[in-house]
Structures are given as C-alpha cells and as structure tokens.
C-alpha cells in the first residue's frame, strides 16, 4: 500500500533536487501546522453509539485561510488527508487564489449509514471542530462523497454553534443556501480550460479521443465538458467496472442511463471492460478521476495514452511517473488540473462574505482566464527549469508560499 504523505514529500524531494529553496522554509513544509484527530459520537437509528474517527489537517495558511474539502471513505485516514492538505497548500498557490492548505475526513463508508445518521456524524465533526474553523481561519469544501446536502447541514450547525450567518465557513453548498452557480461541474472545467490551454504545446489533435477513469462528480462532469467540445469520449469508468465505444459514448444518455440503473454496465452499444483495460487503452487524453494510486509502478509501462490530465489527487505514484515521463507521455498534474473546484469554492467564499450572487456565466468567465494563466505560468516554470509540469507547480507554488513566510 503507498502511503499518499510519503508520495508528497517524495515529490518535494524531487522540487528541490532541481530548485535550491531555503532549507528553513522546506523543513517547514515537511510537516503540517496542525494534525487534529477527533471522535465523533454517533447515536444510531437503532439506539446504539458508534464511535467514528475523524481529521482535520491545517497545512498551510501563509496565502491565506485553509481551504479543502472533506472526504468520507472506509479506507480514509491521517496519512492520506496529511497528503491531500498539503497537496491543497500547493494548489491554491497555483491557482493564484488567496487560501492555504487544508484537508478532512471521516474513516466511515456512507453507504452503509441512514440519511439520519450520516447528518448526526456530518453536524458531529463540526460540532468537535468549530473552534478552530471560520470564514478567516479554515473554510472546508466536499470531496469524495460528501455532498451540497452535507455542506448545508455542516454550515447550519456551524451557525447554530457560532452564530456566524455569513455561511462562508462552508463551501460546496446548494445554490439558494449560500452555494455558488457553476461549483457543481468547476472541476470539470476548470482541468478542460487547461487542457484547452495547453493543447497545442502538447501536441495534440484538435479532436481528441479521451479515456476517463471515474464517473462521480469529477469523472461524469468532466466527460460531459469534453463532449459538449467535439472530443471523443471513448470509455468511462467506476467502481464497479468500465465501458468502452471506440466511436464514442453518448455521454448525456450514459448520464440518465446511470440515473435509472445505478451503473454504467452493460450501457447499450459499448462493451464492458475492466478498469485495467481503461488504464491501458490508447487514446489522446486519459484521465484519472477517481482516487490515488491508480497508476503504479506495476501498470505504469502500460499507459498508451498522449497525454494524461490528473483531474484526481494522487493518481499517479512517484514510481509510476517515473516510467511515464520516460515514455515521454507529459502529465498535467492534479494541483493544476483539478483546481477548477478549489478556485470556485473561493469565489463562493468570496460571494458569501460581500452578499452577491454570480451567475453560472459570471462564475465561468472569471474561472477560465485564471486557469489559462495557471497553465501557461506552470509550462513557462517548467520549460525555464528543464523539468515537468508538476516540478514547474511545485516550483511556481514555493516561490508564492515563501515569499509570503
Ligand atoms: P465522487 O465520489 O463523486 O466520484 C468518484 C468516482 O470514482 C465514482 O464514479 C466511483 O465509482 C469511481 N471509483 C471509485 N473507485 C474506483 C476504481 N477503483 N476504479 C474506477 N473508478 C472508481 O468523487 P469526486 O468528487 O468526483 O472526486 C474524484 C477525485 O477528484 C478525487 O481524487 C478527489 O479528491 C478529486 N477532486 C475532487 C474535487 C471536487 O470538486 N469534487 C476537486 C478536486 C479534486
């Protein structure tokens, strides 16, 4: 099993191979500001008390107050949710947006709870943290499988608990409950509005044959944007298996098809396929949209994609790079391609505390050009320093956070 933490610093070790920084502010870096582990009390519809464990990791707030979401997983714990805050810390440096480092999470697998329980668990680990978050201080968002319907129950005890009416303690919540137009598909987007700015540098085709691994709310938004832009999405997957149509899939009818039956299986036209068949498929653009580790050394040598656009966090181990940028495959790594979700979750920041509401257009016409900035900036860093994008992120979001410390 990777542990995600040990992949992060092995990428900072591999930053400061070819970047001097100080060692002062690296050591720091090494190391969260705070880890906080909690239990969360949870009465259960049969009367009894489970007992759950959850985090709250504070990276890094030299740009300003933590951001991050919150993840609800079985296999979620302290080494993963250390991974992804300080994967945040780099992020919204990247992005160009005023927020730090931070992550969530619960170990609980919510299926397994009733609507009634996975509300006490969700007002729970707010009720154990909400000294130390707040507008100005630590602002959490969703993540995997946590939902608007969450984050609005989340900021209601928050309110009930702080008094704080301005809900931006919160992202990630219902449009008309202080959510923001457009957060739902930002990812999504913002990982194709880079895509779209780096496409030429890449070499690749106009119309361009995509693989995506994950049909949640990244994956399915995601394949939805690229099809709307004449790419062609030719398989998709999730948890339960993939499938594949080498002419492309209808996207919008995969959508209300996995609405009916709860999977993309056996989806009418296409061929059912397993996720390593996915991974190994050949294609312009794969990309991950899952979870980490995907890509291992064990099935790295098999990539025959062009390019790969990480709109997950982790998604490729450090030894699974390796293997890839050696096949000359270039990979847009996840603190550029997927921080369309985290630059929209400040903008929804940034509505609450000056009471405006942006339209979805609005919101998209100011999440484009900070992408395309974010894309060309990382590709001029890395070009200048001989290296690739991600060390280029790396560096580009160090020189932001230093100069700040
Ligand atoms: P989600 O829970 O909505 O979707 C996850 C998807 O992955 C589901 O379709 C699930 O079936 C699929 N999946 C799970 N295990 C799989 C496997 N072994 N093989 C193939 N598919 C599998 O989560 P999401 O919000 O779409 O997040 C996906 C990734 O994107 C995560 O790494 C998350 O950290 C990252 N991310 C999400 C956001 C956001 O705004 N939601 C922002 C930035 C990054």
């Not at 870096?29 to 259960?44: A, C, E, F, G």
């Not at 298996?241 to 899939?249: M, S, T």
């Not at 919101?363 to 900070?370: D, I």
Request: aromatic share 8%.
């Amino acid at each position: 099993m990777h542990n995600p933490f040990e992949n992060a610093m092995t990428q900072l070790d591999k930053v400061v191979k070819i970047k001097n920084f100080n060692p002062e502010f690296i050591a720091r870096l090494r190391q969260p500001n705070r880890d906080i582990r909690i239990s969360i009390p949870v009465k259960m519809d049969d009367g009894s008390i489970k007992v759950f464990e959850g985090y709250r990791v504070e990276y890094n707030n030299a740009l300003g107050p933590y951001k991050g979401g919150i993840r609800y997983h079985q296999d979620t714990e302290i080494n993963e949710v250390k991974a992804l805050a300080f994967w945040m810390a780099i992020k919204c440096a990247v992005a160009g947006i005023p927020m730090g480092g931070g992550k969530g999470g619960i170990t609980v697998d919510p299926t397994k709870l009733s609507k009634g329980e996975l509300e006490r668990l969700s007002r729970g680990w707010v009720s154990r943290l909400s000294d130390i978050l707040g507008p100005h201080k630590d602002v959490p968002a969703p993540d995997v499988n946590t939902t608007p319907e969450i984050m609005d129950w989340m900021a209601d005890e928050y309110e009930k608990i702080t008094g704080d009416k301005t809900r931006a303690t919160f992202t990630g919540k219902p449009v008309g409950k202080g959510g923001s137009e457009g957060r739902g598909p930002a990812t999504g987007l913002g990982g194709f509005y880079v895509f779209d700015s780096l496409r030429a540098q890449m070499n690749l085709p106009e119309k361009c044959k995509v693989v995506i691994q994950g049909f949640g709310n990244v994956g399915s938004n995601a394949a939805e944007i690229f099809a709307q832009h004449g790419h062609t999405v030719i398989a998709v997957s999730e948890s339960k298996g993939a499938i594949y149509d080498e002419n492309g899939l209808d996207i919008k009818k995969l959508i209300e098809y996995k609405k009916e039956n709860k999977t993309i299986n056996d989806f009418p036209n296409s061929r059912n396929i397993t996720n390593e068949e996915l991974l190994a498929l050949k294609c312009d653009v794969l990309v991950p949209a899952a979870f980490e580790n995907v890509l291992t050394d064990k099935n790295a040598d098999k990539v025959q994609a062009s390019v790969i656009l990480e709109l997950a966090n982790g998604p490729v181990t450090p030894e699974a790079e390796e293997i890839i940028l050696k096949k000359n495959i270039p990979i847009i790594p996840d603190v550029l391609a997927n921080s369309g979700g985290v630059t929209v979750s400040y903008f929804e920041w940034d509505q609450n505390l000056k009471g405006e509401n942006w339209t979805e257009k609005e919101v998209n016409e100011k999440l484009q050009p900070l992408m395309h900035q974010a894309a060309q900036a990382i590709y001029k860093k890395a070009k200048e320093n001989n290296t690739s994008l991600r060390v280029g992120a790396f560096i580009l979001a160090l020189e932001r956070i230093e100069s700040k410390m």
